[in-house]
């Protein structure tokens, strides 16, 4: 056994440092001894020298199982600009030919390599680990080893075969590492690989150099990033999106505004990820928009700022993301942007999964809503998911702790949400829930006579958001579950009879409400951006309302109150500056802008307005690469579930960009469709019901055309007559 000075001195020789970091010399000491090793390490703690040095020292090659191609490719790059020598780190995996593996095998074979960097399936074939017992293996490393777990926030069914392959090739001493593991994680990572009885390291999680907020979600948010963004000009950032469009879109718009940024994604060429991913490292870029697949273990200090656009599934996920930031110990800003339906989005992708998949995504998420929307100390909530104590009451570093939230008394409100639900016989939705509360009538409610009810009606001193507020968090505390593959309906936990029966405290954010963004008439919640002008507001509903008298269209045909609402927040005073209003485009601009810029400059001129430039996000064309394909594939009459399986889209989001698109003014045909997948009667209902509304709102539709009519059906018919009527 190598004595302490002779370690260190190994770290001084091999890379240049003088001291080890935290736990680093111990764990390095337990893998030079042969012992099986299990390391928990936040991001930035320096977990691959606790493979990378004892490689060095030991004879024969280490074995480094690894989940992603650019972080191999990344690992390799450093390791050899420690070394004089290139043959000193190598990987294997799909990126290259079969000259290049024929060079790395002979590098093993000299001993010239004491790193090599594989992806699990590279692990699976027969010409791989054929040669891999052949060879003397000093220990196998597997990085990123949450990916073993179903628990984790990026599983990977491949990791789970590691154990197996390690049994064939050879059983040597074996190290795993990871940034983020819950207790039950970590057991799960441990009994997959055989190491129940491994040597643990476990680092705290607090890194109290992060900032960490989060923000309501509401339709401005792009301005509110690109705003956040140009006051922290010259300073590296992430932007983290769920979908790999949202990714590109974003990215667009950004450059748009003259901002640096690149997008990453999974689906993008490999040597367009690569190049993105080099140019933000070597600070050619400023920002670099991206799915999860950026990032893991990509070695970059400065990062300044991680932003989600999304909500991420899991509170792993987002710890781990946020983790990028401040690597070096300076600042780190981590803000999150939340709203109650982008969960509700990421419930809906659960259904038809396994039931044990669902369960497991359902508890995740409850999780990440928790954290959302605490009032407590977040490093408090977040060092309590890993199974550590904080014990400061008041970070001084967080949202929550520099601005406390007001919490109300809520016992009341929650027993009478369990009456309802309980009287209903535990077979209805919220929204369902609410409206009884409420007294709202409706085709549904009547039918069944639950307008007679007692209850009907028994919550009117309360408004919809306030019941939605106790609903969501009832959840979150467990007095409530939701059945994501039966519609949503919420049944009452052991729990919530219990609270029935022997009530208790319970105290929610009231104030801080994270429901979707209904904006009212005169206000843009903006996080402190300006806010609408009333006047022009309603001037320009003025305008709409007589367009549509003469047109004979309802008013949102012309245009939606979102874009009115941005109309009158940067007073367009030009055809092409209306073109950037979201949801209008150049047809819409086109064909009924001319009105509405002429009243806006008169108005402008008249109150002497300097118009917020500054703030003003400009879009890019409505008309991009994916939307021009759909464009060109609906023309060629392809069926829309076909143009979705093409560009890997989930039906919903297929009909996002399709309503994107006739919003925008362009008129599209998708009768060929319609009329194939559905009953000419219902098309006409539908169709004459908003004919005859005076919104296109979704949820209003599916409530008033009832349960004869899925919510595809009502969006499909709705794109029709917009795209009839408005373009």
């Known amino acids: 056994m190598r004595n302490e000075q002779d370690i260190t001195s190994a770290l001084t020789h091999h890379f240049g440092f003088d001291k080890f970091k935290g736990n680093q010399k111990a764990i390095i000491e337990n893998v030079l001894a042969g012992k099986d090793t299990f390391v928990l390490m936040p991001t930035g703690g ?11 020292l030991l004879g024969g090659t280490a074995l480094v199982i690894s989940p992603l191609i650019a972080l191999m490719k990344n690992q390799v790059d450093a390791m050899r600009n420690f070394s004089a020598e290139d043959g000193v780190a190598h990987f294997i995996n799909s990126s290259l030919n079969k000259m290049a593996i024929e060079q790395v095998k002979k590098d093993i074979l000299s001993g010239r390599t004491k790193l090599l960097y594989v992806a699990p399936e590279s692990l699976t074939k027969g010409e791989n680990i054929d040669f891999l017992r052949n060879i003397n293996i000093s220990f196998y490393a597997v990085d990123e080893a949450h990916c073993i777990s179903e628990w984790g926030h990026d599983f990977r069914p491949e990791y789970r075969r590691i154990r197996p392959m390690i049994n064939e090739i050879g059983t040597r001493p074996l190290i795993a590492l990871t940034a983020t593991a819950t207790p039950k994680v970590q057991h799960d990572i441990q009994k997959n690989l055989g190491m129940i009885e491994a040597t643990v390291f476990k680092s705290s999680f607090n890194r109290p150099n992060l900032y960490y907020e989060v923000r309501q979600k509401g339709n401005d948010i792009d301005r509110e990033i690109i705003k956040y963004i140009k006051n922290n000009e010259g300073k590296s950032g992430i932007i983290y999106c769920l979908s790999r469009k949202r990714v ?19 689906g993008m060429e490999s040597q367009v990820r690569s190049t993105n991913q080099d140019a933000f490292l070597m600070e050619e870029a400023e920002v670099i928009v991206a799915t999860i697949a950026f990032g893991m273990g990509i070695d970059k200090p400065d990062v300044r700022y991680v932003i989600h656009y999304d909500i991420p599934k899991s509170l792993e996920g987002y710890y781990q993301e946020t983790g990028r930031a401040g690597r070096d110990g300076g600042e780190g800003q981590c803000i999150a942007f939340y709203a109650n339906k982008d969960l509700l989005k990421l419930e809906k992708f659960l259904q038809g999964k396994p039931i044990v998949e669902q369960e497991i995504g359902k508890q995740l998420l409850l999780e990440t809503a928790a954290y959302a929307e605490t009032a407590v100390c977040r490093r408090k909530v977040l060092l309590h998911y890993f199974g550590e104590d904080y014990l400061e009451d008041d970070c001084a570093c967080c949202d929550n702790c520099l601005k406390p939230k007001k919490m109300e008394e809520s016992q009341e409100l929650l027993l009478a949400v369990l009456d309802v639900i309980d009287t209903l016989k535990e077979r209805y939705k919220a929204e369902y829930i609410i409206n009884i509360l409420l007294g709202v009538e409706s085709a549904e409610n009547m039918s069944y006579e639950h307008n007679e009810l007692e209850i009907f009606g028994s919550g009117q001193d309360e408004d919809e958001k306030s019941w939605s507020a106790v609903i969501r968090q009832a959840l979150i505390a467990g007095y409530l579950i939701k059945e994501i593959e039966n519609y949503g309906l919420l049944k009452i936990t052991p729990k919530g009879r219990d609270f029935m029966v022997n009530p208790v405290s319970f105290k929610i954010v009231k104030d801080n409400e994270f429901d979707d963004d209904d904006q009212n008439e005169n206000t843009v919640r903006s996080g402190g951006s300006s806010a609408v002008d009333p006047t022009l507001f309603s001037i320009m509903k003025d305008l709409r309302k007589k367009l549509s008298k003469q047109l004979n269209v309802p008013p949102f045909v012309i245009f939606q109150d979102p874009s009115l609402e941005a109309m009158a927040t940067t007073y367009p005073v030009t055809l092409e500056e209306l073109q950037n209003i979201p949801g209008v485009g150049a047809g819409k601009a086109k064909r009924y802008g001319t009105e509405f810029v002429s009243i806006i400059k008169k108005y402008v001129d008249e109150n002497e307005i300097e118009r917020p430039e500054d703030l003003r996000v400009r879009t890019v064309a409505n ?7 759909i464009v060109q594939s609906i023309d060629r009459k392809v069926a829309l579930d076909d143009i979705a399986t093409a560009k890997g889209l989930e039906f919903d989001e297929l009909l996002d960009e399709i309503e994107t698109i006739v919003y925008s003014g362009t008129r599209i045909n998708i009768d060929y469709f319609i009329n194939e997948a559905m009953d000419e009667d219902h098309i006409q209902e539908i169709f004459d019901y908003f004919k005859a509304s005076e919104t296109d709102n979704l949820e209003e539709a599916i409530t008033q055309l009832g349960s004869d009519f899925t919510e595809e059906e009502i969006r499909l018919i709705r794109i029709k007559f917009l795209s009839e009527l408005a373009n």
């Open 46 to 56: 320096g977990k691959s020298l606790c493979y990378q040095l004892p490689s060095l």
């Open 248 to 266: 590109e879109e974003f990215a667009d718009i950004l450059c748009a505004n003259g901002i640096n940024a690149l997008a990453y994604h999974a």
């Open 623 to 629: 008309k991009s690469k994916l939307k021009v394909w």
